[in-house]
Nanobody, 115 residues
């Protein structure tokens, strides 16, 4: 069983930045892909960014160029830095950990973007 602890997010003005952290505990966490997804009201959940244990990164089209993701395999932790936030970046951000058919989600952290 995998346990996920998320932190970060919050309220920010347009053009601001936010940082997110996700720590996981369980067996063989380094074998999992870790990442963040988000969901705005009335919309489907979408990819923000993922990172493998070998540090291969994948970014969602809507955030490319504005997001950095880092991984600390020793701590089973990932950090996401998002810059130049826009109102359309608002929503609930979820940490995800997956390997094959195993797929775990955090409870989510809320992001609001308004002047």
């Amino acid at each position: 069983q995998v346990e996920i602890v998320e932190s970060g997010g919050g309220a920010v003005q347009p053009g601001g930045s936010l940082r997110f952290s996700c720590a996981a505990s369980g067996d063989a966490i380094t074998s999992y892909i870790m990442g963040w997804y988000r969901q705005a009201p009335g919309r489907e959940r979408e990819l923000v960014a993922t990172i493998s244990s070998g540090y291969s990164r994948l970014f969602g089209d809507s955030v490319k160029g504005r997001v950095l993701i880092f991984r600390n395999n020793g701590k089973n932790e990932i950090n996401l830095q998002m810059e130049n936030l826009k109102p359309e970046d608002a929503g609930v951000y979820y940490c995800n950990i997956r390997r094959g058919e195993l797929n775990y989600w955090g409870k989510g952290v809320l992001v609001t973007v308004s002047a």
